[in-house]
């Protein structure tokens, strides 16, 4: 098979993506964007990929005046009844992370998880999930087929992505700051005032 372009991988890519946001719940964006907004604090955290996606999403709520924290990081204070936990994880049964999300709802906090699988071992403790399912387009022809496969991660041979959920869930998490944006009326010049000057 010819070697794949990376701008045809990027065009696919983003059909998967237009499918998955096609698919989101607005009942449970908007619950999430709620619980976002009546937070006192909120703490984000997920495993590898996940992640470096909950940080990122921790960043723009800072960005945003927001109270937020990476859970593990040096600095992250103690939780409190009240606070929200955001858990970015495909699975919703990564241990490390189910563990704390558990012990998030021991102390009184609220969780908000984004996940494949609502029936995971965090989706039935948690308050309010997105469900980022994964949808197969149409497929025409099997050299179309093999193509999905691999960017799926449902062969072996294409490692560097794996899956497409950790790509969908940062693009849903910028889509909630900019809702977040509008909702609380903050412009970028404001964001820009909160970022990083010291680097």
Do not use: C, W
């Amino acid at each position: 098979m010819a070697v794949q372009r990376v701008q045809e991988m990027m065009r696919l890519m983003a059909r998967r993506i237009a499918a998955i946001a096609g698919s989101l719940s607005d009942e449970e964006v908007e619950e999430f964007i709620d619980e976002i907004l009546h937070a006192r604090r909120i703490y984000v955290m997920g495993a590898g990929r996940s992640g470096l996606v909950a940080k990122a999403f921790a960043m723009r709520l800072m960005h945003l005046g927001l109270s937020s924290y990476v859970v593990g990081e040096t600095i992250t204070p103690a939780m409190s009844p009240g606070d929200l936990v955001v858990v970015f994880s495909g699975s919703g049964k990564t241990k490390t992370v189910a563990d704390i999300a558990e012990t998030a709802k021991e102390i009184g906090g609220r969780v908000a998880l984004i996940t494949s699988d609502r029936n995971s071992r965090i989706g039935r403790i948690a308050d309010t999930l997105v469900i980022i399912e994964h949808h197969r387009d149409e497929i025409r022809d099997e050299g179309a087929e093999f193509e999905i496969r691999q960017v799926m991660g449902e062969h072996k041979s294409f490692a560097p992505l794996g899956t497409l959920f950790e790509t969908a869930a940062m693009v849903f998490a910028d889509a909630v700051i900019s809702r977040l944006m509008e909702i609380t009326k903050t412009d970028e010049k404001e964001l820009k005032n909160r970022h990083a000057n010291i680097e």
